[in-house]
C-alpha cells in the first residue's frame, strides 16, 4: 500500500475515530476524525495543484507541530507531490542549501518571523523558490494566506486522480540534522516508510488506536514516524503540541499509553522527578526507594526472559499501586506501556531510574537512512537495558571488520537527492549500508552501539575512547547534565560539564546551599565545586585509564538547538562547543 491509500482506508473503514487533536489559541481544543481529515486533505491537495503543485514537486515545510503542517504533508502526499520539512532552527544557509538541493518552488511557513528568513530566497537567481504560503492568520504581508488553499471544491476528475502514487515514489526527503557539514537529502519511498511501519508494530504492544503525543519536529524521521506515518497505519491518534517546552502538561493531560523522548527528554524528566522527590519527607523518600528496589528487581526478571517468583510479582503489584502509580499519575506517565527512546545512547543509569518506576525506555537505534527504527529493544520480544535490541523485520544488521554496523533491507533508503532531481545511491552492491556507527552484537542478537565511528577519540598513545560512554558516566551524578568529553591527539581526556537546570537548584536547596537563582553562583560555589569533584572522581572509578578525566570545566548556561550546540534532535555540534570554548578546553592542559 501507499501512505494515501491509508488515509483513504481510515476514512472508509474508521470514519468517526479521531486522528487529530489540537488545542486552539482560546485554549479550547479541536478534533478532526479520519472521515474529517480525509475530506480536508481532499481539498487542501486540491489548493496546492490550483497554486501550482503537481505529481514529483517538492514543498518545503517550516512550522512547528500544528494542523496545518500534519495536514499540507497527507494532502500534498495524496497529490503525489513531496512534502519536504526543515527543521525550524535552521540557519540561513542550511536553508538556501535545502531549498537549492530540492529544487522546490514553493514553501509554505508558519507566520512572519519564517517568511522573513526565506525571502531572501525569492529573490536569488541560483535559487527556484517563487513563492511562500503563510500559515499565521495576518502575517502573511504580501504573500499567499494559507486560507487560500482550504477551500478549493474537489472537481470529480481531480478527485479520481488522488492518492495515484506507486509504492517506489518518494514520499519525502529528511534533510540530516547536520552535526557536521551540510544537510544530506534522505529519500524514503513509501514502500521503505510502510515497511518500518509494519515492522515496528511487529514488536509493540500496544491497543488499537493508540494515542501520540506529537511535539519533536516533523524534520525528525522519528516524529515522522510516529507522528505521520504509524498512526496512518494504525488509523491512531494524535495529539500536537506545538511547544516542546510545554508537553509535560500535555502528558498529563492525556496520560498517554506510549511515549517517546530522545535520551535528553527522559535525562530532563528524571532530573524533574529526582528534584520532586528530594523534596519529599524522608519517610516518603525511604518508601520511594524501597519500591524502586522492587520494581527493579521485577524488571531484572523480564530482562532475562523469566516469570518473576510469585512473591515478587505480590511485592511490585502493592508497591507499584500504593508508591509507585500516585507518582507516574501525577506526571501522566501511569498508563504507559511502551516507552522508547533512539537518536544517541541512552545513559544506562536514566535507563534504571525509569525502571526503578516499572517503565522500562526500549532503547531504539536507525539512522534517517534506514527510515528511523532499525533495531529495538522490546516488551513482547526482549529487551536488554544498555543495548539497543535486535533488528526490526524489515533490516538485517551486521558488524564489518572495523566494528562498524552495516544495514540492509526494504526500509533502507533509496539513496541521497542530487540537486537535477536524481539519487545518488550509497549501498554497495549487496545492499549494504555503512551506517558510520561502531557496535556489537551479541550472541542472542542484540546491538550494542559504542560510539559513532567519525565521533571516536584518539588519544597520542593511540588508545580509541568512546566519548559518549565517558559523558554519560559523568552524567550519572544528577547535578551533571550536559558533558562534553575532548582528547583527541592528546594523552589524557578533559572535560566540559554543565550544570543541570533543573536538578542543580533543587540539589543546592537539599543541601543548604543558598547561591541565589544565579546559575554562575551555583557553578561557583565551594559545596557545588566539591560535589561535581566527587562525581567526577566517581566516574572515573568505572572507567578504564584511558577513559578517566583528569580535568574538567564546570559551565551554568545548558547548550540547546537555538545557541547551536545542539541539533534540533537535540543531538550535541561537537565542533560547535570545541570552538565555542575552544580557549577553556585549551587552558585544560595547560599546566
Not at 486552539?24 to 480525509?38: H, N, S
Request: net charge negative; aromatic share 6%.
Amino acid at each position: 500500500m501507499t501512505l494515501p491509500q491509508l488515509v483513504v482506508r481510515n476514512a472508509a473503514e474508521h470514519p468517526e475515530l479521531p486522528a487529530l487533536s489540537w488545542r486552539t489559541p482560546d485554549g479550547g481544543g479541536t478534533t478532526l476524525t479520519w472521515a474529517e481529515v480525509g475530506e480536508h486533505t481532499a481539498r487542501l491537495a486540491a489548493g496546492y495543484a490550483a497554486h501550482g503543485v503537481g505529481r514529483g514537486d517538492h514543498v518545503l515545510l517550516m512550522a512547528s507541530d500544528r494542523a496545518e503542517h500534519w495536514l499540507s504533508d497527507l494532502a500534498l502526499a495524496r497529490l503525489g507531490a513531496v512534502p519536504v520539512s526543515v527543521y525550524g532552527t535552521s540557519a540561513p544557509a542550511q536553508i538556501a542549501h535545502i531549498a537549492r538541493n530540492c529544487r522546490a518552488a514553493l514553501a509554505v511557513v508558519e507566520g512572519a518571523a519564517q517568511a522573513a528568513v526565506w525571502e531572501p530566497l525569492l529573490r536569488d537567481a541560483g535559487t527556484p523558490l517563487a513563492r511562500l504560503v503563510v500559515m499565521e492568520p495576518g502575517e502573511e504581508g504580501d504573500h499567499l494566506p494559507y486560507t487560500a488553499l482550504t477551500g478549493a471544491e474537489v472537481p470529480e476528475e481531480f478527485g479520481k486522480a488522488l492518492d495515484g502514487a506507486r509504492p517506489d515514489d518518494p514520499l519525502t526527503v529528511v534533510y540530516t540534522s547536520g552535526t557536521t557539514g551540510e544537510p544530506k537529502g534522505v529519500v524514503l519511498s513509501h514502500r521503505q516508510v510502510l515497511a518500518n511501519a509494519r515492522a515496528l508494530d511487529a514488536v509493540v504492544d500496544l491497543p488499537p488506536h493508540v494515542e501520540h503525543i506529537s511535539y519533536l519536529p516533523f524534520a525528525h524521521i522519528a516524529e515522522r514516524m510516529l507522528g505521520i506515518y504509524l498512526p496512518c497505519h494504525r488509523a491512531s491518534h494524535v495529539h500536537l503540541c506545538p511547544d516542546p517546552a510545554a508537553v509535560a502538561g500535555v502528558v498529563r493531560e492525556i496520560r498517554p499509553r506510549q511515549f517517546f523522548g530522545v535520551p535528553r527528554i527522559w535525562e530532563k524528566l528524571a532530573a524533574a522527578v529526582r528534584a520532586g522527590l528530594s523534596l519529599l519527607p524522608a519517610e516518603q523518600q525511604k518508601a520511594v526507594k524501597e519500591a524502586a528496589e522492587v520494581a527493579r528487581a521485577h524488571v531484572a526478571c523480564r530482562e532475562r526472559g523469566e516469570t518473576p517468583p510469585v512473591e515478587l510479582e505480590a511485592s511490585y503489584a502493592a508497591v507499584r499501586e500504593g508508591v509507585l502509580l500516585p507518582l507516574l499519575r501525577a506526571g501522566g506517565l501511569d498508563r504507559v506501556t511502551w516507552a522508547a527512546s533512539a537518536s544517541a545512547p541512552m545513559p544506562l543509569d536514566v535507563v534504571r531510574f525509569w525502571a526503578g518506576f516499572g517503565i522500562v525506555v526500549m532503547d531504539a537505534w536507525g539512522l534517517t537512512e534506514t527510515t528511523g527504527v532499525a533495531t529495538t529493544n522490546s516488551p513482547r520480544t526482549g529487551f536488554r537495558l544498555g543495548s539497543v535490541g535486535r533488528p526490526v523485520a524489515s533490516v538485517e544488521v551486521r558488524t564489518a571488520g572495523d566494528g562498524e554496523l552495516e544495514v540492509r533491507g526494504e526500509s533502507v533508503f533509496s539513496g541521497y537527492l542530487r540537486p537535477d532531481g536524481s539519487v545518488e545511491g550509497a549501498v554497495d552492491a549487496e545492499g549494504w549500508l555503512r551506517t558510520g556507527d561502531i557496535g556489537r552484537i551479541d550472541e542472542d542478537g542484540y546491538v550494542w552501539v559504542t560510539d559513532r565511528k567519525k565521533e571516536m577519540i584518539i588519544t597520542s598513545t593511540g588508545k580509541n575512547v568512546s566519548p559518549a560512554l565517558v559523558e554519560n558516566a559523568l552524567k550519572e551524578h544528577p547535578l551533571i547534565g550536559q558533558a562534553l568529553v575532548h582528547g583527541d591527539g592528546r594523552s589524557y581526556l578533559v572535560a566540559l560539564l554543565v550544570l543541570d537546570a533543573e536538578a542543580a537548584p533543587a540539589w543546592a536547596a537539599a543541601h543548604g546551599v543558598d547561591a541565589g537563582p544565579d546559575p554562575a553562583a551555583l557553578v561557583a560555589h565551594p559545596v557545588v565545586r566539591r560535589e561535581v569533584d566527587r562525581a567526577v572522581a566517581a566516574a572515573n572509578s568505572r572507567l578504564n585509564r584511558t577513559e578517566q578525566v583528569k580535568r574538567y570545566r564546570l559551565l551554568a548556561e545548558e547548550w540547546g538547538p537555538a545557541t547551536g550546540e545542539l541539533t534540533p534532535s537535540l543531538k550535541m555540534r561537537r565542533r560547535v562547543i570545541r570552538d565555542r570554548y575552544a580557549d577553556e578546553i585549551t587552558g585544560l592542559y595547560e599546566d
